[in-house]
């Protein structure tokens, strides 16, 4: 795919951004897609993972990562027989793999689940939802991150 | 620590209703440095927990990608009058709790 002129532009207003600030001790510490299986493998096991009933809404583009609205949802009826057990977030880039772990049951009434997460560059963001029936499911979104957070220095 | 819990006062029997909480907390990554090079380490909430009338309906593992001054948000069925309560675990020995009641018309 040839480079748009907003394509370019991004990546030079980047480039001039990251020039600005005196970058002290940027180690390139960030979570390699297979920290991101593993962290996934560690959750489901062995276990299949389907794609679908798992609904993940964060803004596709993200001015600052250091606070990014997500809600993630499940269909399902919530009943005692067919309920969501857990939501589980993963990450791709982040120093650690993991975003957060939510245990829910029957009782809620409704699989959703809402709160503020970081972002420390653009990547892969990965909801998985485990059903009272022990399978998976799961939704991916990609995001675009303009200011990262988590890595950057101190004053 | 401050916290604000958001439910409602009063649900009709079998309701869901939405619980939002927001913590104060640095939520420090442990990923950060100083100017000087020196590690600022980890200070997170690593766990949080809902109990209805002392039923644990929701908790959470949080982790260092979970923004500062954590806020959640999810759901329950109102089943019967009674209190909610909230607790958050962190490093350092940190510990906070709150709790909101509610009255089933």
């Known amino acids: 795919m040839p480079t748009t002129r907003r ?33 996934i493998r560690n959750v489901v096991g062995e276990a299949p ?58 009782s809620v009434g409704r699989a959703q ?26 939704a991916t979104t990609e995001i675009v991150v303009t200011l990262a957070a988590c890595t950057e220095e101190t004053n | 620590m401050a916290a604000l819990i958001n439910v409602p006062a009063k649900a009709r029997r079998g309701d869901v209703i939405e619980i939002r909480t927001l913590t104060s907390h640095i939520m420090e990554t442990g990923f950060r440095h100083t100017a000087d090079g020196a590690l600022v380490p980890r200070d997170i909430i690593t766990s949080f927990k809902c109990r209805y009338n002392g039923t644990e309906i929701f908790r959470a593992d949080l982790f260092p990608a979970i923004a500062a001054n954590p806020y959640l948000s999810f759901f329950t069925v109102a089943k019967e009058s009674g209190k909610f309560e909230f607790e958050w675990i962190g490093d350092n020995g940190y510990s906070s709790s709150a709790s909101a009641s509610i009255t089933i018309e």
Do not use: C
């Open chain 1, 49 to 106: 993972v389907h794609t679908g009933r798992v609904k993940l809404d964060i803004p596709p583009l993200v001015e600052n990562g250091n606070t990014v609205p997500m809600t993630v949802s499940v269909a399902s009826p919530m009943t005692v027989d067919d309920y969501v057990k857990s939501i589980h977030v993963f990450n791709e880039k982040n120093p650690q793999p993991n975003i957060g772990n939510f245990y829910i049951g029957p």
């Open chain 1, 113 to 138: 689940v809402s709160t503020r997460i970081r972002l420390a560059d653009t990547q892969k963001v990965v909801a998985i939802a485990r059903l009272s029936d022990d399978t998976f499911w799961q």
């Open chain 1, 7 to 39: 394509q370019f532009l991004n990546l030079a207003g980047s480039v001039t951004v990251a020039g600005t600030i005196p970058i002290v001790t940027l180690q390139p510490i960030e979570a390699t897609p297979a920290m991101l299986t593993a962290a």
